[in-house]
């Protein structure tokens, strides 16, 4: 069983069942009936908010149970949601093909992020949308959640790299949150927020 299976093995969300306050906030920028890929999703708590307003979800995630618990939360809320376990090491999204990539606490080591980041921001219709939020490496003094890894963090600049040349930052910012999204996730946080938009 892989690190994930383990963490979501729970009849629990780990990261609760709302949304993502920044996804939330920022989903206003979705045109109606959006084709919106959302990579990471684990348990589905994004993806399925998201179908919820009426876009065409897919979720991808490595771990079969966490995605197991989206279809299940899919069904409990009565929407649609699309779901695919794969590896973001090796999965590549089919280009232009999405309204929205919506990725939240994906953390990925510096080897291959700026790889993943750039294949998936490929993956955006021209003018669609890039909502990221990550743990920066001041997330280590705090213990709300995220890698204790330092090379699994993100700083606004590594970000800007990432997407130079397919996004346009519309936003972007280091900032300290008050996180409440479930267990995994709890008290005030060092993040970083990211919103691009495909050229």
Partial sequence: MTFWDQAFD????????EPNAFVREQARRLPPAARVLVPGD???RNGVWLAAQGHEVLSVDASAVGLDKARALARQQGV??????????TWTPEPASCDAVVLTYV???SQVRPTIHRRLARALRPGGWLLLEAFTPQQLAFA?????????????AALRQDFAGLLREELGAEVLANLDEGPGHQGPAQVVRWL????
Avoid: C, F, N
């Fill in 80 to 89: 649609a949601l699309q779901t695919l376990q794969a590896d973001l090491d």
């Fill in 42 to 44: 684990g348990e589905g």
């Fill in 107 to 109: 953390h990925l080591p």
């Fill in 144 to 156: 709300s959640g995220g890698p204790k890894d330092v090379d699994m963090l993100y700083t606004l």
């Fill in 196 to 199: 691009g938009q495909a050229l």
């Fill in 10 to 17: 729970s009849p629990h969300y780990k990261y609760g069942t």
